[in-house]
């Protein structure tokens, strides 16, 4: 069973203090793995999809890496507006094409 | 342009009642999606409609969930009896190909 793991579950940072969320996984094989922001009463807004190991990807002050075992999504700099739910998903190869969640890391930036 | 959209964005029924929860994909998107995310947990996978395939029901919860897709646009998610633990939101997305799932606002269904 595909399974992904996030963690911490939240975090508060102060406006330019950098940090790192962590999502760990278990699948079998693969297709992609998919990193969302979600807002309070909104629906999860896409960010990044990562396709293989040593990938990464970034967008604005956030930059998504992946290795065989899990991904960080790197935040530089963050502001309050950074603030939302980051949530972790997987599609698995053999799996048709649905999304395996995480319970996801509330962010929190301060001034 | 438009995303996907959904109605009601809220909606309050009494246990035993059935409830349908529409979704509108964007247009040209053939794969639409149906998940379920319970307060203080992951999005569900439901169900998975792709063009004229047999949907991918493997989701579903149980026999009083079923949903419908009309060509490839418009969704619709029904509950059967509803009862306390079908509380939740329900969120609809849509994709053009595997790469990236769109997803809508959702209807924050509470059942009394």
């Known amino acids: 069973e595909d399974q992904v793991t996030q963690s911490p579950e939240a975090l508060r940072l102060q406006e330019g203090e950098s940090s790192s969320l962590n999502c760990s996984y278990t699948?079998?094989?693969?297709?992609?793995l998919f990193w969302y922001r979600q807002d309070p009463g909104k629906g999860p807004e896409f960010l990044f999809t990562?396709?293989?190991a040593g990938e990464e990807k970034e967008k604005e002050r956030l930059k998504a890496t992946l290795t065989k075992k899990e991904s960080f999504l790197h935040i530089t700099a963050p502001k309050p507006e950074d603030s939302a739910t980051y949530l972790c998903?997987?599609?698995?190869?053999?799996?048709?094409?649905?999304?395996?969640f995480g319970t996801g890391t509330q962010l929190k930036v301060e001034l | 342009g438009a995303g996907v959209s959904q109605s009601p964005s809220n909606k309050v029924t009494e246990k035993g009642k059935d409830v349908e929860l529409r979704c509108d994909p964007i247009?040209?998107?053939?794969?639409l999606y149906w998940y379920r995310q319970r307060l203080g947990q992951g999005l569900e996978f439901l169900i998975y409609?792709?063009?004229?395939?047999?949907?991918?029901k493997s989701g579903l919860p149980s026999d009083r969930f079923s949903a419908e897709r009309t060509g490839e646009s418009v969704s619709t998610l029904t509950i059967q009896r509803t009862q306390q633990e079908d509380s939740a939101v329900y969120l609809c997305?849509?994709?053009?190909?595997?790469?990236?799932?769109?997803f809508g606002p959702g209807t924050r269904l509470t059942v009394l």
């Open positions: 997305a849509s994709s053009l190909d595997h790469i990236a799932q769109y």
């Open positions: 699948v079998s094989g693969l297709r992609g």
């Open positions: 990562l396709y293989s």
């Open positions: 998903a997987v599609q698995a190869g053999g799996g048709g094409n649905k999304l395996t």
């Open positions: 247009s040209g998107h053939t794969a």
């Open positions: 409609f792709q063009g004229n395939s047999a949907p991918d």
